[in-house]
Nanobody
């Protein structure tokens, strides 16, 4: 059984930064891709960024150049550094271990005020 625990969310002004962390239990972390997703009120959950076990990354266009996904396999942790935050980044952010079956964290709230 894998458990994912996100942290690092909060309230920040537009233009500010936050760093999200997701700590994973279990032994399958290092061999699987990880992703960050977000869900804003009244909207569907959407992909933000992914990182493969080898460190290759993908970003949705709306966060390119502002967000950086990284991972520390020794600590079973994936990070999302978010800079130049905008009000439209406000959402609950979830980490996802991309495997079969997949695993999700409980989410962490990010609120960006204008």
């Amino acid at each position: 059984q894998v458990q994912l625990v996100e942290s690092g969310g909060g309230l920040v002004q537009a233009g500010g930064s936050l760093r999200l962390s997701c700590a994973a239990s279990g032994s399958i972390f290092s061999s699987n891709a990880m992703g960050w997703y977000r869900q804003a009120p009244r909207k569907q959950r959407e992909l933000v960024a992914t990182i493969t076990s080898g460190g290759s990354t993908y970003y949705v266009d709306s966060v390119k150049g502002r967000f950086t996904i990284s991972r520390d396999n020794a600590k079973n942790t994936v990070f999302l550094q978010m800079n130049s935050l905008k009000p439209e980044d406000t959402a609950v952010y979830y980490c996802h271990l991309i495997s079969s079956p997949g695993y999700w964290g409980q989410g962490t709230q990010v609120t960006v005020s204008s």
